[in-house]
């Protein structure tokens, strides 16, 4: 009954910028924790970036100064602006977010979206 669907991916150029954005839909009660990861061709999923309810932030050292993730609670959405990519950046992108439902209201599960290409290159 949840769905996360996320867009903003594409081609970009070295350093280059892209804005994702990934919006929760369905039977949603409360959300805690919304996040980013990322995983390339023959790598494991990695966190990128992710964002508390208190809008405290975590970022993988590989991104930090230059991706900044937020999050706007009344759209149940969360973005992720990234600036100087990157061609090692080149990954699909995963949102992430633990969500409790209308019809369990104090249980988190853990929710992802189908994921969106992010290719930097020249």
């Known amino acids: 009954q949840v769905q996360l669907v996320e867009s903003g991916g594409g081609l970009v150029q070295p350093g280059g910028s892209l804005r994702l954005s990934c919006a929760a839909s369905?039977?949603?009660?409360?959300?805690?924790?919304m996040g980013w990861y990322r995983q390339a061709p023959g790598k494991q999923r990695e966190l990128v970036a992710s964002?508390?309810?208190?809008?405290?932030?975590n970022y993988a050292d590989s991104v930090k100064g230059r991706f900044t993730i937020s999050r706007d609670n009344a759209k149940n959405t969360v973005y992720l602006r990234m600036n100087s990519l990157k061609p090692e950046d080149t990954a699909v992108y995963y949102c992430?977010?633990?969500?409790?439902?209308?019809?369990?209201?104090?249980?988190?599960?853990?929710?992802w979206g189908q994921g969106t290409q992010v290719t930097v290159s020249s």
């Open positions: 369905g039977s949603i009660f409360s959300i805690d924790v």
């Open positions: 964002i508390t309810r208190g809008i405290s932030t």
């Open positions: 992430n977010a633990k969500i409790a439902t209308t019809r369990s209201r104090y249980t988190y599960y853990d929710y």
